[in-house]
């Protein structure tokens, strides 16, 4: 069992920037792959970014891709989404995953989830 919370959510300007942290307790971190998800209004779930164990080969959506980072630290078992230059269709609620397995966990076939971070954005 992995528990996950994620924390850095909020309201920012278009263009503006974010942190997202997700904090995972319970079995060992290094043995997970992590990964970030959101989910807007009305729509489905949708893959955003993951990072192997080791913290190598990150993997990136499109909307993702030149503004986005994931990075993850395995001392304090944390994953970190940096967002910069957000924009309004970026707003969803995000969602932190663990899976031993990259490929499900690019599937969104994970068991594992935290609760969910609002991250809205303004235009």
């Known amino acids: 069992q992995v528990q996950l919370r994620e924390t850095g959510g909020g309201l920012v300007q278009a263009g503006g920037s974010l942190r997202l942290s997700c904090v995972a307790s319970?079995?060992?971190?290094?043995?997970?792959?992590m990964g970030w998800f959101r989910q807007a209004p009305g729509k489905e779930r949708e893959f955003v970014a993951t990072?192997?164990?080791?913290?190598?080969?990150?993997y990136y959506a499109d909307s993702a891709k030149g503004r986005f980072t994931i990075s993850r630290n395995n001392d304090n078992n944390t994953v970190y989404l940096q967002m910069n230059s957000l924009k309004p269709e970026d707003t969803a609620v995000y969602y932190c995953?663990?899976?031993?397995?990259?490929?499900?966990?690019?599937?969104?076939?994970?068991?594992?989830w935290g609760q969910g971070t609002q991250v809205t954005v303004s235009s």
């Open positions: 995953s663990a899976d031993p397995s990259t490929t499900r966990l690019q599937l969104g076939a994970s068991d594992y």
């Open positions: 319970g079995r060992t971190f290094s043995s997970y792959a």
């Open positions: 990072i192997s164990r080791g913290g190598g080969r990150p």
